[in-house]
C-alpha cells in the first residue's frame, strides 16, 4: 500500500434513502479519480462477530496516497472533486472517525 | 485493494518499551508472511490535525484478504503464524478496534 494512507469510517443519518446512500458509495469510489488520491477502496462491514470489531459504521473509504503532500492537496480547496463531494453529500453523515497513517 | 479490508488499530499498554514496540510494528508486517494475507501495511499516525481524525491509536495495521475464508482461516488456529503473534504480543496491548470490510 501507500506511504500514507486515510482511512474513513462515515455513519450515515438515519433518514438516508437507499437510493441517496448508493449514490453516496460510487461517489466514494469516484474519489479515485482524483490526481492526488493513489488508490481508493470503499467497503461496508463484513459483520466478522467478534467483541473487537466495530460494525457500527455504515461505509468505510480507505484512500492511499503517495505523499503527505498529496493528502494535504486532497484536503485543500485545489481538489474540486473532493470539495465539491463534501459539498454533495456532507448532509447524509451523522459521525465520521478517520484513522489517518504513515508507513511505520 | 483486495476483496475483504481488516483495518485493526492497537492502543498500547503505557510501559511498551521502545524496543518492545519496535519488535511489535516488525511482527506485525511479518503477517504478510501468512499464505492466507494478500497484503499487509502497518502504520503510524499521521499526525493530521482535524477534529474528525483519531490520532491517539499508536499502530494500524491494514491487511488485505480475497475472501472471507481467507479472512477466516487467518483468524482460525489453522494459521500458526497469526496465533504465534497474538501469543506473543497479547501483552503489548491495551485496546484494539478493528473494522472489518467487504468491498462495496
Known amino acids: 500500500m501507500n506511504p500514507f494512507v486515510h482511512a474513513v469510517h462515515f455513519w450515515l ?5 437507499d437510493e441517496r ?7 466514494l469510489k469516484g474519489l479515485g479519480e482524483s490526481p492526488n488520491v493513489a488508490s481508493c477502496r470503499v467497503g461496508v462491514p463484513a459483520g466478522t462477530d467478534r467483541p473487537v470489531v ?4 455504515d461505509i468505510q473509504l ?8 498529496d493528502h494535504d492537496r486532497y484536503q485543500s480547496a485545489d481538489d474540486t472533486l473532493h470539495t465539491q463531494f463534501i459539498e454533495n453529500f456532507k448532509d447524509t453523515w451523522a459521525k ?7 508507513e511505520a
Open 21 to 27: 446512500r448508493a449514490a453516496l458509495v460510487e461517489a
Open 96 to 102: 465520521v472517525v478517520i484513522y489517518d497513517s504513515l
Open 62 to 69: 480507505v484512500c492511499g496516497f503517495n505523499s503527505v503532500e
Open 54 to 57: 466495530d460494525n457500527s459504521y
Open 13 to 17: 443519518q438515519p433518514d438516508v434513502s
